[in-house]
C-alpha cells in the first residue's frame, strides 16, 4: 500500500534536484570524462604532442603483468580490510550496547579515529611501527621477532590492512551501533524472558534485524578500500617494498602523478570506475535480495 | 563514574607515550620525490616570518615556482627577496608549491592552462622530461641571447653545467646540487677498535669496519644509505666509470638503453645483499627514509647527501666524520669524479609573455651565479658551490678551516674531469626508473630473487619505460 505524491509543479523538482546535480557534474561526470577522453590518447604531460592511439592503452594495462599483480593486491587487501572492520565493529558495537557503566565514554573513544586525516592517522602508525623508532616496532625487535615493514611485504600489507582498518572501524560502529538501538526493545526483551542466550539473540534476532546496515557497510567498506586508503599506503610503505602494496589505486596515482603517464593512468582509472560500479550493482542485485528490511 | 576516568587518562597516557620518543620529522612520511634534506638551521631569513610581501607596484614582476621546504626555502626566498632590493626595475616573486613532485605537476598543470610561471625549480631527474618539453620551455643559453644578459657557462662547474647542457649549450639553470658522501660514526668507531681518523676508503674496508661495528655492538647496524639509487647506482656507475645507460646515460639520445645489470652492477648488488645476511647493512627504505638512521645513532655509516650534513650536525649526539664515497679497487681508475642530483631552473614560456619578464628572469640568474650569492647559498644549506668562484669565495672567507670536510664534495666532484660515465644522466621518466629498481632490490634483500635477476628485470622493465617515454615524444 503505497501513497503516492504527485507533484503538480513541473519545474520545482527539478530545481530542488539541482544544487546536488551541479555538484555531481562538475566533480563526477566532467572529469569522469575528461578521464575517458584521456585514456585514448598518448599525449605527454604538456600536452605538446597528442596521439590519438583507440584503446592500445587499456590493452597496454590489461596485458601488464604488473597490473595483474596489482589487482591481487587489491583483492586480498579490501577482502582483508571489510571482514576485519565490519567484524570488530559490529563486535564492538554489540558490547557497547549493553548497559554498563560508561559507555557513553567507550562510545566516544571508539569514535576518535575517525576524526583523524588518512595520512595523520598514517604517520601515528610510523611512529608506533617502524622498526627503529616505532615503540612496538622496537619491542617486536627487542623481543626477537623480525619486525621490518620495509622490507618483509607481508607485514607491510598486514600493517596497511590494520592502519587502514581502524580508521574506518569507527564509521563501522556508528552505524552498527544506530542499528542495534534502533531494534524494537520489545522484539529483544520478549526473547529474554523466553530464555534465550546472548548469542542466539543474536544471532537469531540482533543479526538479521540490523542486515540493511550490514549490507550498506560492506558497500561502504569495500568502496573505501579500493579508492580512500591511499593517504594510509602513501604515508606508511608508498606501494612498498617490492610492489607488495600497491594497489590498483596507488598504480593510478603513481603512474599519473609521479611518472607523468596520463594515458596509461586515466586508462586504469577508467577501469577502476567499472570494476567499482559493478561491484555496487552486484552487491545490489544480488545480496541485497537476501536483506531483511522490516 | 571513576572508573571511566581513569581509563581515559590511561588511553591519553598510552598515547602520550605512543607519539613522544619519536623523533620530529616523520621519516617514512617522505613525499615520493626527493625531498629538501633538512640542513643548517639556517639563519632564519628576515622574510620568513612575515607574510610574503606583496610585489611593488611598478615593477615587472615574475613568478619563481620552487620546491624546497623549511629551512631550506627560507635561504631560497631570502636570497631572492635580496635580488629584490638590489633592483629597481625587476621582481621575482618566490613561491612555495609543495615537494619538487607537486611543484612539477603544478608547473605542468599551470602550462596547460596558459598560466605557466616565469621561472619553475625542478629536480634534476625531471631534467629529460623538461628537455624534451620543446616549447613549454625556454633554454638558458636562447635566454641570454635574447635578453643580452651575460650567463656565461664557464663559470659553472663542469659536473653540475653538464647535467644540465645539451652540448655546450645550457638548457636550465645550475641552481641546488647537493652529492652523496660517506658520513660515519667517530664514537663508535672509536667503541669498535676502528680508527676514527682513517675512514674506509674502498667496498671491502668499508664491509669489514661496517662488521666490525655490529660484531662489536658499537652500532646495531653497520651501513644503511638515502636515496638507494642515486647513492648505489647512479653515482656508483660514476664513480667507476661504467654506463648506466647508452648514448653518454641518455643525455645524446632519446633511443638510450640502460646498461646498469653488468658484472659490476651485479657484484655490487651481490656485496650489499651478503651484508644484509650477516647484518652489516640494513636497508633503510626508499628515497630519504633512511637518514634517520645514522644522527639516531642506530647506524654507524651512512651515505647521504652533502645537503644532509647540516642536519646530521644538528640532530648526532656524537662525534662524526665525513669522507668520500666508497669504490672497488680492483676497478681500473676508480673512482673518478661523482655526479650531482638537487634541482635547477627552468624558464617556462606562456602566452602574452614580454620581453622584459624575460629580461628579469634573466637578470635573476646572473644574480644568483655571483659568487658572494652563490657562496652564501653553500655555505647556509650544505649545496655544493655551483660557480668555480662560489668555491673560492668559500674558501677565502675561511669556511672551510671552520667547517672541516665541507670542502669535501666539491673536491669528489670535481676531482677528476667528467666523463661520458660521469657527466650525468637524463633518463626519461626516470622517478619511475629509479622506483623500479627500488622495486627489484627490496625484493632481492627480502631474498626472493637473485643479483642477477633483479638488475635484469630493472634493466628490463626501465628499458621498457624509456622506450614508452620515446613513443610519447615520437
Redesign the interface.
Known amino acids: 500500500m503505497q501513497r503516492r505524491v504527485v507533484f503538480n509543479n513541473r519545474i520545482l523538482p527539478y530545481f530542488l534536484l539541482l544544487p546536488q546535480l551541479i555538484i555531481t557534474t562538475i566533480f563526477f561526470f566532467w572529469p569522469a570524462s575528461q578521464a575517458i577522453y584521456q585514456s585514448v590518447l598518448?599525449?605527454?604531460?604538456?600536452?605538446?604532442?597528442t596521439t590519438f592511439v583507440y584503446l592500445d592503452n587499456f590493452r597496454d594495462v590489461l596485458s601488464d603483468p604488473l597490473y595483474i599483480e596489482s589487482f591481487q593486491v587489491t583483492i586480498v587487501f579490501s577482502i582483508s580490510v571489510t571482514l576485519f572492520v565490519m567484524t570488530l565493529a559490529l563486535l564492538f558495537a554489540v558490547m557497547a550496547d549493553r548497559q554498563i557503566?560508561?559507555a557513553q565514554?567507550y562510545k566516544t573513544?571508539l569514535l576518535w579515529p575517525y576524526a583523524l586525516a588518512p595520512?595523520i592517522a598514517?604517520?601515528?602508525w610510523?611512529?608506533?611501527f617502524?622498526p627503529?623508532?616505532?615503540?612496538i616496532g622496537k619491542s617486536l625487535n627487542a623481543g626477537g621477532l623480525h619486525w621490518d615493514y620495509?622490507?618483509?611485504?607481508g607485514q607491510a600489507l598486514l600493517l596497511i590492512v590494520v592502519a587502514s582498518s581502524w580508521k574506518q572501524i569507527a564509521h563501522n560502529f556508528l552505524f552498527f551501533l544506530a542499528g542495534l538501538q534502533s531494534v524494537p526493545i520489545a522484539v529483544v526483551e520478549a526473547a529474554m524472558i523466553d530464555g534465550a542466550s546472548a548469542w542466539k539473540l543474536f544471532r537469531t534476532i540482533l543479526f538479521p534485524l540490523i542486515s540493511p546496515t550490514t549490507f550498506y557497510l560492506l558497500t561502504i567498506n569495500l568502496v573505501f578500500a579500493f579508492f580512500d586508503t591511499f593517504g594510509v599506503i602513501?604515508?606508511?610503505t608508498?606501494?612498498?617494498?617490492?610492489?607488495s602494496t600497491t594497489t590498483l589505486m596507488y598504480k593510478v596515482y603513481?603512474d599519473g602523478?609521479?611518472?607523468?603517464?596520463l594515458g596509461i593512468s586515466a586508462a586504469q582509472s577508467v577501469i577502476l570506475m567499472l570494476i567499482v560500479s559493478a561491484l555496487v550493482w552486484i552487491q545490489f542485485r544480488y545480496v541485497e535480495g537476501k536483506v531483511h528490511y522490516s | 563514574m571513576k572508573r571511566t576516568i581513569l581509563f581515559v587518562l590511561i588511553l591519553l597516557a598510552v598515547l602520550f607515550v605512543a607519539c613522544a620518543p619519536a623523533p620530529t620529522p616523520a621519516p617514512t612520511a617522505a613525499p615520493p620525490t626527493k625531498a629538501p634534506e633538512p640542513t643548517k638551521p639556517a639563519a632564519p631569513a628576515p622574510t620568513a616570518t612575515t607574510p610574503r610581501p606583496t610585489p611593488p607596484p611598478g615593477r615587472i614582476t615574475v613568478e619563481f615556482w620552487f620546491g624546497l621546504g623549511k629551512p631550506l626555502g627560507d635561504v631560497l626566498e631570502a636570497v631572492v627577496m635580496d635580488f629584490n632590493k638590489s633592483q629597481t626595475k625587476y621582481y621575482v616573486d618566490p613561491i612555495f608549491k609543495g615537494a619538487y613532485v607537486d611543484t612539477m605537476n603544478a608547473a605542468i598543470a599551470a602550462y596547460r592552462a596558459g598560466k605557466a610561471p616565469h621561472i619553475v625549480q625542478m629536480f634534476e631527474v625531471g631534467t629529460a622530461t623538461m628537455m624534451a618539453a620543446k616549447g613549454a620551455i625556454k633554454p638558458v643559453y636562447q635566454l641570454a641571447k635574447e635578453t643580452g644578459v651575460n650567463l656565461d657557462s664557464k663559470i659553472y662547474i663542469p659536473a653540475v653545467r653538464g647535467y644540465y647542457s645539451e652540448g655546450e649549450n645550457m638548457i636550465s639553470m645550475p641552481w641546488n646540487s647537493s652529492t652523496p658522501m660517506m658520513y660515519y660514526n667517530k664514537d663508535a668507531f672509536k667503541k669498535a677498535g676502528l680508527d676514527p681518523e682513517k675512514p674506509p676508503k674502498t667496498w671491502t674496508e668499508v664491509r669489514a669496519a661496517a662488521k666490525k661495528l655490529v660484531d662489536t655492538k658499537a652500532t646495531a647496524c653497520g651501513l644503511t644509505f638515502e636515496w638507494p639509487t642515486w647513492t648505489q647506482l647512479e653515482n656508483f656507475s660514476a664513480l667507476h666509470n661504467v654506463p648506466l645507460a647508452t648514448k653518454t646515460n641518455g643525455m645524446t639520445g632519446m633511443d638510450a638503453e640502460l646498461k646498469f645489470n653488468s658484472d659490476l652492477h651485479i657484484r655490487h648488488l651481490q656485496t650489499l645483499m651478503d651484508m644484509t645476511k650477516e647484518g652489516s647493512f640494513k636497508y633503510g627504505g626508499r628515497d630519504g627514509a633512511a637518514t634517520v638512521l645514522f644522527p639516531s645513532g642506530e647506524c654507524g655509516i651512512i651515505h647521504a647527501s652533502s645537503a644532509a650534513r647540516a642536519r646530521i650536525k644538528n640532530e648526532s649526539k656524537f662525534e662524526w666524520g665525513v669522507t668520500f664515497l666508497p669504490y672497488y679497487d680492483d676497478v681500473k681508475g676508480a673512482p673518478i669524479n661523482s655526479i650531482i642530483g638537487g634541482a635547477s631552473l627552468w624558464v617556462m614560456n606562456s602566452p602574452g609573455r614580454t620581453a622584459d619578464e624575460y629580461k628579469a628572469v634573466a637578470e635573476f640568474f646572473a644574480y644568483i651565479s655571483k659568487p658572494e650569492v652563490d657562496a652564501r647559498w653553500h655555505q647556509e644549506t650544505g649545496y655544493v658551490p655551483i660557480t668555480h668562484g662560489g668555491n673560492d669565495k668559500t674558501k677565502a672567507d675561511g669556511f672551510y678551516a671552520k667547517n672541516p670536510g665541507a670542502d669535501l664534495p666539491y673536491q669528489q666532484l670535481t676531482r677528476t674531469q667528467p666523463t661520458e660515465n660521469s657527466m650525468g644522466l637524463r633518463l626519461g621518466n626516470m622517478p619511475q626508473i629509479r622506483i623500479i629498481v627500488y622495486e627489484e632490490w627490496e625484493k632481492a634483500f627480502q631474498g626472493q630473487q637473485t643479483a642477477k635477476q633483479a638488475m635484469d628485470n630493472a634493466v628490463k622493465r626501465g628499458n621498457e619505460v624509456l622506450r614508452e617515454f620515446e613513443k610519447t615524444y615520437k
Open positions: 598518448r599525449q605527454d604531460p604538456f600536452g605538446l604532442r557503566r560508561g565514554t573513544l595520512a598514517a604517520v601515528l610510523v611512529f608506533i617502524h627503529s623508532i616505532g615503540i620495509k622490507l618483509d611485504g602513501h604515508a606508511l608508498g606501494g612498498g617494498p617490492g610492489r603513481m602523478y609521479v611518472n607523468l603517464n
